[in-house]
């Protein structure tokens, strides 16, 4: 059992969780200002760090990308130690097991975000073979138009990284996509970054921006989840990229997965808003 993460909530296998820090986090969510990295064992021998219940300490790590055999895997994994802080080790699904840690961050998202198989196969894997009771990260991945597909496979933390790299390279993101900055005659936000007029808008504060919507967008889908409607919800904003309908439909043929999370009894509204609301595990357990 973790000390410093707690799960309040859930619907299906997304999750209303707490990261207790000095001032709690709730969960899923945006992460950056509260995660400590304590470096990667590639570059050099690492000390241990003192940990702080003020932030959530990356303990000493070796990341591995997508695709690295086995036999590399095995030779170069990382054995983490016991602490009384805060703390979260990085694994791959194949490697991840029980270190003791709050939260557990999957090093080779990126090779398979975009892959809905591999996306599905690998998470499922990882919460398999993690502790129930502990948050599942993935960094460099998340969008305002995806974090919702990946709140609803099971994932509790998220970074800013490709938001803001996204908005550095002339991207506007929103819920449902991203444009040119170029191309944008009007700013179709009201956050604080895009109260600057189009004509003087910087990729600077595209950066900025998107961080915004990111959060917004995952406040949006932490108020589904109490409601017990994240289906509904996700069910319009998978529409928005092919991968996204992939993905979603991959999880629905995890019956067995998704069954174990699923509620047997829900005083929530069930919107049959397409093709696929039928595939709801609420519906196949009586058919």
């Known amino acids: 059992m973790t000390d410093y993460f707690e799960v309040h909530a859930r ?3 997304a999750r209303i969780g707490e990261l207790r820090l000095s001032d709690s986090v709730t969960t899923p969510a945006v992460v950056d200002d509260v995660l400590a990295d304590a470096g990667s064992l590639w570059a050099a021998e690492r000390e241990l760090p003192d940990g702080s219940d003020d932030v959530l300490t990356v303990l000493p790590h070796r990341s591995l990308p997508a695709g690295s ?11 983490y130690p016991d602490v009384d802080f805060p703390s979260a080790a990085v694994v791959t699904a194949d490697t991840a097991d029980d270190f003791g840690a709050d939260a557990y961050v999957l090093s080779d998202a990126q090779g398979f975000v975009g892959h809905a198989r591999a996306f599905r196969d690998n998470v499922i894997e990882a919460k398999e073979n993690l502790p129930a009771d502990t948050a599942l990260m993935l960094s460099g991945v998340a969008t305002p138009r995806n974090v919702s597909l990946l709140v609803y496979a099971g994932v509790d933390l998220v970074d800013e990284t490709l938001a803001r790299a996204r908005g550095l390279e002339g991207f506007y993101l929103t819920s449902d996509g991203e444009y040119f900055l170029e191309d944008l005659d009007e700013l179709p936000c009201a956050c604080e970054a895009c109260r600057t007029p189009a004509s003087e808008f910087t990729r600077a504060d595209a950066a900025d921006h998107n961080a915004n919507a990111l959060r917004a967008e995952l406040a949006r889908v932490r108020r589904r989840v109490r409601d017990g409607r994240l289906r509904d919800y996700v069910e319009g904003q998978a529409r ?9 439909r991959r999880f629905d043929q995890q019956y067995n997965f998704m069954e174990q999370r699923v509620p047997v009894i829900r005083d929530s509204e069930l919107t049959a808003a397409s093709e696929e609301s ?9 058919a």
Do not use: K, M, P
Not at 242 to 248: I, P, R
């Open 11 to 13: 619907d299906g296998a």
């Open 69 to 79: 055999a086995d036999e590399v895997r095995e030779s170069f994994s990382v054995a």
């Open 240 to 248: 928005h990229d092919q991968w996204l309908t992939a993905l979603f």
């Open 278 to 286: 039928i595939d709801r595990v609420e519906i196949q357990r009586f």
